[in-house]
């Protein structure tokens, strides 16, 4: 326990002595505990710190966003005392993870033309992104959003965390990763800012990917769908036989 707690604070305490002896120039900079995340089977989430140098007079802006993939929203209705899903939106390219933290409301370092463009807040993700929905009223398509937003921040998918400022030289964020992120390159992008204009904007990127024999299973199941599909049916009939089997003969 004692080991990885100086693990992850080691580069964290290097960069604030650094800074505190004039070594590092004006150029903006920030780094993460870790880049990579292995998916196991008793993985229960991951925290990474993100920590980096603030720049005098500018506000700092965090964004983490994981894979995209096309998200679809159902809505079920009963018709003659059965459920049925009867309409539907499908919002395209959206990411399946967004973190964001900032030094002050992220509608208060940029205008709303810039979050929109930079996908920046919440609702902004939705921006554009919707390809398919079975209706045309605006009004009600405003509560499919805020619904999918919802969603996501009950599952720890959209989160927004606190930005911590440490003696106005270095910042430090904690983001958890949960257990339900999916396998894939997330990408962690830092915004700074002054008079609502970006000034400096750098990425890094952190790897989450499976590992053992979870990894096998998930990259055989993508690379062979249909062969997959077909062993799974195949063995789930199989387990069936054997223990109507066991059944019986009980």
Known sequence: MKKNYLKKHLSFIIFFILINNSVLSEESYFD???????IQTDFNGKEIIIFGILQKNQDTIIAIKGPNKDTGVLKKERILGFWFNTKRVIYKNLPSLFFISSSKPVEDILSKESIIKEK??????????????DFIDQKKLAKWNKNLVDLKFSENLFKEYEFQNVDNKLFQTRIFFPS?????????TIYQVKNQIIQNKQNRVINIKKSGIGEKVYKFANEKPATYGFLSIFFAIISGLIAATVFRRL
């Open 120 to 133: 920046l807040y919440f609702n902004e993700l939705l921006v554009n992104a919707i390809t398919q929905r």
């Open 180 to 188: 339900n992120s999916i396998p894939g390159k997330y990408e962690v």
């Open 32 to 38: 993460l505990s870790e880049k990579e995340i292995q």
